[in-house]
């Protein structure tokens, strides 16, 4: 994973609630996709873990740990210049990582 293009391996995401970009694996239902989310700690909403930023207490976005395939901090603010963003969002969303997963102790096999 070449981490020039912003993509970092999930293992060193921050676990401490900031809000990160994720690569969401593509499935049988749909592509990979491009997410806005953060680690949550256990609450009486749900369990310790990553949960998409436009979770709310109604409506609990989790995702397990292999639904994710790698993250990148938000763009700062004015880091692209001329297009309008939406509070607490990027004005445009990175493209997902489609490149090869690095192999983390062993294949899993």
């Not at 593509?26 to 990553?50: C, F, I, L, T």
């Not at 994710?68 to 990027?90: H, S």
């Not at 445009?92 to 997963?101: N, R, S």
């Amino acid at each position: 994973m070449a981490e020039a293009d912003g993509w970092r391996p999930m293992r060193t995401a921050p676990r401490d609630g900031t809000r990160i970009l994720v690569t969401v694996r593509s499935v049988e239902q749909g592509p990979a996709e491009v997410d806005m989310a953060y680690w949550a700690k256990a609450d009486r909403y749900g369990m310790e873990g990553w949960r998409a930023a436009d979770s709310h207490p109604g409506l609990i976005v989790a995702y397990a740990e292999p639904e994710l395939k790698c993250w990148m901090p938000v763009p700062g603010a004015g880091a692209l210049p001329d297009a309008p963003a939406a509070p607490g969002r990027p004005a445009v969303m990175p493209a997902p990582y489609e490149g090869e997963d690095i192999e983390i102790d062993g294949s899993g096999i």
